[in-house]
Structure formats: structure tokens, C-alpha cells
């Protein structure tokens, strides 16, 4: 599809607008007067007057196809943001993208789909955001690595023993980000960090043995790429989703933000320890699935989101959530999904599998 020249407006199609990164989008979208939200969308909650265009539930794309933005901010969260994401990357259309899930569990069909459609592929997590910039459009030929970052969640430090018994509220106390409860309670099994490796596997085209992840407690450096000469280039700042959302929606220029620059007289502590795989295997689960590739990153992120709800429902365990996972990966053969059809096949048979073990537990 051609770009459409809107004199210098740039048209922001907003999907999970309820949300916590899509409520953060509509601040920047309303304080940069060259963004117009041409439609927005939830799964549930209303969204009426947000934008000209809205939808609640159904199918994303039909949306999309009635607004034509120039821009698409996918906030879902889960699978369900897989459509919208499709859409954007075949139809040239740029994707602003926080719903990682998508990227996730259909890696390879979404690359595809860019190379037909020809847009950008702008990330919105934070440290793929932060990644993106210090690599600057360098090739994966001289990158010595990518270091992930993470802050640990709220449970880092403890033992195994001392996560038998938590709550979904204690899971939900991140320590220094405010957003989403799937999003959080991943950050506290590490999933997050697992999902955010698969993510930044296919964004950046580096195999996994090139990308590590380090905790940084205060959050306040997003990613570090090692570049093959020595050099290493970080980014900073303090730990704000506006500053992604505001990159991706006003790139290539970098609006202004609310957001303050980083004060040193301010005791800013720059400490970084490795995570702890034993106590949150979700990590090394993640990695194995995405070295092992074909559907099993799919049936990785299925079977996470079906235990994290069962979880937050007070159904299965804090430690179940990585046991579920697990043993879900172990029961489905990982062959490659060829179309979208197989893929979401894939999904439903790894959803199949986790709520049987969810029963059997
Ligand atoms: N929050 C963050 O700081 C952060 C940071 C990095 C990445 N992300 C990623 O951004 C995504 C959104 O996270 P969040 O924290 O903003 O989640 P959230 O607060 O739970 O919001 C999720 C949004 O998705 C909508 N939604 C859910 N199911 C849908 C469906 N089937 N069709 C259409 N819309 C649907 C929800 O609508 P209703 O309100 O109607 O349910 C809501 O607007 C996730 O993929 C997360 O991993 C978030």
C-alpha cells in the first residue's frame, strides 16, 4: 500500500488503547500535534471518542483496513495482537511494537511478511527500543553481542523455597515498572526476559549464544550492544514507557517527553549481577525453545499465558507457572509452522496441553 501523505500528520492506528502501554501512547499521541489517533481498539473495555474510528474485541484487521494509518501502535497483549501484527508487516505499514507475543510465537512468519511488505519494525519494549538505537542500523556482522537487561522483579534474591507460597499481589509489586498484569507477572518469573530474548533473536537477526541478559536492578540501562571492535554502546534513562512509545511514534525525529534526563548528583547506581536460572528456570526454558526454534517459541508463549492467568485466578502455584511451561514444551513435537493457519494450530494444541496439566495438577 502507497504511504498516504496526510501534510505532515502522521496517522496512528492505537490497538489495546485501555491498556498500560496504550494509555502512556495516548499522553504522547496528544502532546505532539504532528500524531492524529485515527482508530483505536481493546479486547473489552470502552474506547468510544478516543479516536474517529474504534473497535471493542472482534478482528483488529478490519479496523485497520477501514482506518489505513501510517502508523500502528500494537499494545495487546498476548497471541491476540498476532493479526494486527501481520497485517502492518505485509502491508508495508510502519509497526510500532509492544505486543512481543506476536513476535514471539510467529517469528519467522512475521519476518516474511516484512520482507513482502517493506516497513519498519520499530520495537516498543524498552530494552529492544534501547537496542535498536545503539545499534543505529549496524549489520549483525559487527555486533559481538547484545546484553539484555532486567531488573530482577520483585523477587529477586529469594530461593525457590521462599516462592512456594506467593501471592499474585506480592507477584504484581514490580519494583520499578508500572504496567500490565501478564507483562508483570512475567517480569517476576523471568519469562519476560525469555520472551524478550526470542524477541530480540529475530529483531536483530543474532543467533542466542549472542545475546545474554544481565540484571540491573534500578532499571535504569535498557540494553548494551558489544560492538566487534571493543566499543560497547548503553542506553540510559530512567525507566518510563513514554520514552519508547514517544521514540517509535515521532521516529526518526525524538520528540520531546515529560520525561527528565538522567540526574547524577541523584546517587545513580549503575549494578549489574546474572540472573538466577535455577530459581526462575523460565529464562533458560525460553532460550532452549528458541534455539530449538520451529513452533517451539509458539508453544512456549501459549503455555506461559495459559499459566499466568491460571495463577492470577488463584489456580496454580507461583513456582507451577514454569512447570507448566515445561512440561508443555515437552509434549509437542516443535515442527515448523509454515502458514498462519499452522501456526495458530500450534498455539491451540500447547493451550490444549497446559490447561490439561493445570487439570492434572
Ligand atoms: N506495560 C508495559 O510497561 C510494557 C512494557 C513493554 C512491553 N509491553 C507489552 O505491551 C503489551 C501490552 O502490555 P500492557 O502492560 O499495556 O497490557 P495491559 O495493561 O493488560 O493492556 C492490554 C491491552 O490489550 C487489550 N486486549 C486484550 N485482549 C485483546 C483482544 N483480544 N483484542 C483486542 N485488544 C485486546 C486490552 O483491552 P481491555 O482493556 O479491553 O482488556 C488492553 O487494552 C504486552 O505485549 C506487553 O508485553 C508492556
Same mark, same amino acid.
Given at each position: 500500500?502507497?504511504?498516504? $501523505?496526510?501534510?505532515?500528520?502522521?496517522?496512528?492506528?492505537?490497538?489495546?488503547?485501555?491498556?498500560?502501554?496504550?494509555?502512556?501512547?495516548?499522553?504522547?499521541?496528544?502532546?505532539?500535534?504532528? &500524531?492524529? =489517533?485515527?482508530?483505536?481498539?481493546?479486547?473489552?473495555?470502552?474506547? %468510544?471518542? &478516543?479516536?474517529?474510528?474504534?473497535?471493542?474485541?472482534?478482528? &483488529?484487521?478490519?479496523?485497520?483496513?477501514?482506518?489505513?494509518? +501510517?502508523?500502528?501502535?500494537?499494545?495487546? #497483549?498476548?497471541?491476540?495482537?498476532?493479526?494486527?501484527?501481520?497485517?502492518?508487516?505485509?502491508?508495508?505499514?510502519?509497526?510500532?511494537?509492544? /505486543?512481543?507475543?506476536?513476535?514471539?510465537?510467529?517469528? %519467522?512468519?512475521? =519476518?516474511?511478511?516484512?520482507?513482502?511488505?517493506?516497513?519498519?519494525?520499530?520495537?516498543? +519494549?524498552?530494552?529492544?527500543?534501547?537496542?535498536?538505537?545503539?545499534?543505529?542500523?549496524?549489520?549483525? %556482522?559487527?555486533?559481538?553481542?547484545?546484553?539484555?537487561?532486567?531488573?530482577?522483579? @520483585?523477587?529477586?534474591?529469594?530461593?525457590?523455597? $521462599?516462592?512456594?507460597?506467593?501471592?499474585?499481589?506480592?507477584?504484581?509489586?514490580? @519494583?520499578?515498572?508500572?504496567?500490565?498484569?501478564?507483562?508483570?507477572?512475567?517480569?517476576?518469573?523471568?519469562?519476560?526476559?525469555?520472551?524478550?530474548?526470542?524477541?530480540?533473536?529475530?529483531?536483530?537477526?543474532?543467533?542466542?549464544?549472542?545475546?545474554?541478559?544481565?540484571?540491573?536492578?534500578?532499571? #535504569?540501562?535498557?540494553?548494551?550492544?558489544?560492538?566487534? +571492535?571493543?566499543?560497547?554502546?548503553?542506553?540510559?534513562?530512567?525507566?518510563?514507557?513514554?520514552?519508547?512509545?514517544?521514540?517509535?511514534?515521532?521516529?526518526?525525529?525524538?520528540?520531546?517527553?515529560?520525561?527528565?534526563?538522567? $540526574?547524577?548528583? +541523584?546517587?545513580?547506581?549503575?549494578?549489574? %549481577?546474572?540472573? $538466577? =536460572?535455577?530459581?526462575?528456570?523460565?529464562?533458560?526454558?525460553?532460550?532452549?525453545?528458541?534455539?530449538?526454534?520451529?513452533?517451539?517459541?509458539?508453544?512456549? /508463549?501459549?503455555? /506461559?499465558?495459559?499459566?499466568?492467568?491460571?495463577? =492470577?485466578?488463584?489456580?496454580?502455584?507461583?513456582?507451577?507457572?514454569?512447570?507448566?511451561?515445561?512440561?508443555?514444551?515437552?509434549?509437542?513435537?516443535?515442527?515448523?509452522?509454515?502458514?498462519?493457519?499452522?501456526?495458530?494450530?500450534?498455539?491451540?494444541?500447547?493451550?490444549?496441553?497446559?490447561?490439561?496439566?493445570?487439570?492434572?495438577?
Amino acid at each position: 500500500m502507497a504511504a498516504v $501523505d496526510f501534510h505532515g500528520m502522521k496517522r496512528v492506528a492505537l490497538l489495546g488503547a485501555t491498556g498500560s502501554i496504550g494509555r502512556q501512547a495516548v499522553e504522547i499521541v496528544e502532546s505532539h500535534p504532528d &500524531l492524529e =489517533l485515527v482508530a483505536a481498539a481493546s479486547g473489552s473495555r470502552p474506547v %468510544e471518542g &478516543l479516536a474517529p474510528l474504534t473497535q471493542v474485541g472482534g478482528d &483488529l484487521t478490519e479496523l485497520l483496513e477501514r482506518a489505513q494509518p +501510517d502508523v500502528v501502535l500494537n499494545a495487546v #497483549v498476548g497471541f491476540a495482537g498476532l493479526p494486527a501484527t501481520l497485517w502492518a508487516l505485509e502491508h508495508g505499514v510502519t509497526l510500532a511494537l509492544a /505486543n512481543k507475543e506476536s513476535l514471539v510465537a510467529a517469528g %519467522e512468519l512475521a =519476518l516474511a511478511a516484512q520482507e513482502r511488505g517493506g516497513g519498519l519494525l520499530l520495537p516498543v +519494549d524498552s530494552e529492544h527500543s534501547a537496542a535498536f538505537q545503539c545499534l543505529d542500523g549496524r549489520s549483525a %556482522e559487527q555486533v559481538h553481542s547484545l546484553v539484555l537487561t532486567g531488573s530482577g522483579g @520483585p523477587f529477586r534474591g529469594r530461593s525457590r523455597d $521462599d516462592l512456594d507460597a506467593v501471592t499474585p499481589d506480592e507477584a504484581l509489586a514490580h @519494583p520499578t515498572w508500572q504496567m500490565g498484569p501478564k507483562i508483570t507477572v512475567d517480569s517476576a518469573t523471568l519469562a519476560n526476559k525469555g520472551l524478550e530474548l526470542i524477541e530480540a533473536h529475530f529483531l536483530f537477526g543474532l543467533p542466542y549464544d549472542r545475546i545474554e541478559v544481565v540484571l540491573q536492578p534500578a532499571s #535504569v540501562v535498557h540494553a548494551l550492544v558489544r560492538f566487534r +571492535d571493543g566499543a560497547s554502546l548503553a542506553h540510559l534513562g530512567y525507566p518510563d514507557m513514554r520514552v519508547p512509545i514517544s521514540f517509535a511514534l515521532t521516529y526518526p525525529e525524538r520528540a520531546a517527553t515529560p520525561v527528565a534526563p538522567l $540526574d547524577f548528583s +541523584d546517587g545513580l547506581r549503575l549494578e549489574f %549481577e546474572p540472573p $538466577d =536460572l535455577e530459581t526462575f528456570p523460565l529464562l533458560a526454558l525460553a532460550r532452549r525453545a528458541g534455539e530449538e526454534a520451529g513452533t517451539y517459541p509458539c508453544a512456549f /508463549n501459549a503455555a /506461559n499465558e495459559v499459566a499466568v492467568a491460571a495463577f =492470577l485466578d488463584g489456580r496454580l502455584p507461583f513456582l507451577g507457572i514454569a512447570a507448566t511451561v515445561e512440561e508443555t514444551l515437552a509434549g509437542i513435537d516443535g515442527a515448523p509452522a509454515h502458514d498462519l493457519d499452522e501456526l495458530v494450530d500450534a498455539d491451540a494444541e500447547a493451550r490444549r496441553l497446559a490447561e490439561r496439566g493445570l487439570r492434572v495438577a
